[in-house]
Every structure is written in structure tokens, then in C-alpha cells.
């Protein structure tokens, strides 16, 4: 089997995309002020959370959760609810006949592993290790794990989301055709481990309120004099 690529070594010249954080990172932070990581979820919580929040948006995740929640009072009533019922409770989520079986898939895979329903287990094992247990579940991929590893557990792991994707490709942190999955490994080298809670969410923040999709708003952003896209929108302009 051949060995997967380093995602580092698909990204050239990564000392200068390096140097262009501590500007960055600064802005951000003089717009949306300093953050300290804090716990909002346990792991199993955040864990199904992200499950029901791949390709929709916060507002119908949190409705299936809660509905999700209110219908079944334990992990154990949801592993063996029928699938039918399961799936009617986590339908705001959209995509309810995948993401129903994959959580009970989970539950399963927890519960055989720990003996109970609870990961936090994965707080005593390598971090690499951690993402990799993580990702063998079923639907799980990179930013999932992140993700719950960074939220739930305090540790050092960068998500990666659409809005990061996007904004670190305009930025320049990231190479234009580098995937999302290989993003992860890629902002793990570019910010300090003890900042990725922190600018992980300014810059999802930046990206709802600033550089938006469709037409980012260049004449009001705080970090255009480091972004390679604003410097090739004007020296065409």
C-alpha cells in the first residue's frame, strides 16, 4: 500500500504563508479581541453534534440535537431506538437517513471500545492517535475530529471549515488547489498550537462578516495588506 503524501510537502513556499500569521493573527485580534478556549459540550455531545452539522448550517443542527435530546433521555436509547424514529428526530438536519445510521454506528463503536458511552478517552492518547480513532468511525473525517478534539478537550488541532478554507486560500496561507481534508495538517504548521482555538474562530468569524463568498468586502478588511487576493484584485484594478 502506498504511503499517503505529507500534505506539507504540497505546499511551496510555506515559510513566507509562515510569516504572514503574526500579521494576520494581530488584526484579527484587534477586530474580535482575544479568545481563551473554554468547554461549552463533553465529547459525546460535540461528537454528534458535528455528526448532524455536515452540510447544513448551525440553526438545523441545533434543532435536531435538541429534538434528538428531548425524544431519547440517554446514548443507550438512542443506539437501539428504530431507525424510522431516529431519523424523524434529526431530520432538520437534513440528510437524516445517512446521519441516523452513522451515529448509531458510533454509539456502537463506543461503547465497545470504552465499555461505556463516553470518548474521553481520546484525552490520554497521542493526539495523532486520537484523530486517527476518530476518523475510523464511520462519516468522520479531519474536521469533525479536529473539531472535537480542539472543543471538547482543549487539545491542539486546527478545523478547517468552509470559511477557513476559504478565507486561508485568499490570505494566501493555503495553495489555491491544496484539498480541504490536507488544509488540516497545513494551518497546524502555519499558527502556534496555543493560538488554534483562538484564530480558528476569528477567522470564521472574519469570513461571515467580512470575506464572504460571493463578494468579499475588501474596502473594510483588516488584514487586506496581507492577502494575496487583495493584492491581485488591484494590481489588476
Same mark, same amino acid.
Given at each position: 500500500?502506498?504511503?499517503?503524501?505529507?500534505?506539507?510537502?504540497?505546499?511551496?513556499?510555506?515559510?513566507?504563508?509562515?510569516?504572514?500569521?503574526?500579521?494576520?493573527?494581530?488584526?484579527?485580534?484587534?477586530?474580535?479581541?482575544?479568545?481563551?478556549?473554554?468547554?461549552?459540550?463533553?465529547?459525546?455531545?460535540?461528537?454528534?453534534?458535528?455528526?448532524?452539522?455536515q452540510s447544513t448550517n448551525d440553526t438545523n443542527r441545533d434543532?435536531?440535537?435538541?429534538?434528538?435530546?428531548?425524544?431519547?433521555?440517554?446514548?443507550?436509547?438512542?443506539?437501539? *431506538? #428504530?431507525?424510522?424514529?431516529?431519523?424523524?428526530?434529526? @431530520? /432538520? %438536519?437534513?440528510?437524516?437517513?445517512?446521519?441516523?445510521? &452513522?451515529?448509531?454506528?458510533?454509539?456502537?463503536?463506543?461503547?465497545?471500545?470504552?465499555?461505556?458511552?463516553?470518548?474521553?478517552?481520546?484525552?490520554?492518547?497521542?493526539?495523532?492517535?486520537?484523530?486517527?480513532?476518530?476518523?475510523?468511525?464511520?462519516?468522520?473525517?479531519?474536521?469533525? *475530529? #479536529?473539531?472535537?478534539?480542539?472543543?471538547?478537550?482543549? @487539545? /491542539? %488541532?486546527?478545523?478547517?471549515?468552509?470559511?477557513?478554507? &476559504?478565507?486561508?486560500?485568499?490570505?494566501?496561507?493555503?495553495?489555491?488547489?491544496?484539498?480541504?481534508?490536507?488544509?488540516?495538517?497545513?494551518?497546524?504548521?502555519?499558527?502556534?498550537?496555543?493560538?488554534?482555538?483562538?484564530?480558528?474562530?476569528?477567522?470564521?468569524?472574519?469570513?461571515?462578516?467580512?470575506?464572504?463568498?460571493?463578494?468579499?468586502?475588501?474596502?473594510?478588511?483588516?488584514?487586506?495588506?496581507?492577502?494575496?487576493?487583495?493584492?491581485?484584485?488591484?494590481?489588476?484594478?
Amino acid at each position: 500500500m502506498a504511503r499517503r503524501r505529507n500534505p506539507l510537502d504540497k505546499v511551496d513556499n510555506l515559510e513566507a504563508r509562515k510569516a504572514k500569521y503574526a500579521p494576520v493573527a494581530a488584526a484579527l485580534t484587534e477586530v474580535y479581541g482575544e479568545l481563551d478556549w473554554s468547554r461549552n459540550q463533553d465529547g459525546m455531545d460535540e461528537l454528534i453534534s458535528c455528526i448532524l452539522s455536515q452540510s447544513t448550517n448551525d440553526t438545523n443542527r441545533d434543532r435536531a440535537f435538541a429534538r434528538l435530546k428531548e425524544r431519547f433521555p440517554s446514548w443507550d436509547a438512542v443506539r437501539f *431506538a #428504530a431507525l424510522d424514529d431516529l431519523i424523524d428526530a434529526v @431530520r /432538520p %438536519a437534513g440528510l437524516a437517513n445517512q446521519k441516523a445510521p &452513522r451515529i448509531q454506528s458510533a454509539l456502537e463503536v463506543i461503547f465497545e471500545k470504552a465499555g461505556e458511552y463516553s470518548i474521553d478517552f481520546l484525552n490520554d492518547l497521542p493526539l495523532d492517535e486520537a484523530k486517527a480513532w476518530l476518523v475510523s468511525l464511520k462519516g468522520i473525517g479531519p474536521k469533525t *475530529a #479536529a473539531i472535537v478534539l480542539c472543543f471538547a478537550y482543549g @487539545r /491542539p %488541532a486546527f478545523p478547517v471549515d468552509t470559511h477557513i478554507y &476559504r478565507v486561508s486560500k485568499r490570505i494566501g496561507f493555503l495553495p489555491e488547489k491544496l484539498s480541504a481534508d490536507d488544509a488540516h495538517p497545513v494551518m497546524e504548521a502555519i499558527a502556534p498550537p496555543e493560538d488554534y482555538y483562538q484564530f480558528h474562530i476569528q477567522l470564521i468569524q472574519h469570513g461571515r462578516d467580512t470575506c464572504h463568498a460571493r463578494k468579499p468586502v475588501c474596502g473594510r478588511c483588516a488584514i487586506s495588506e496581507a492577502c494575496d487576493f487583495f493584492a491581485a484584485a488591484s494590481a489588476v484594478s
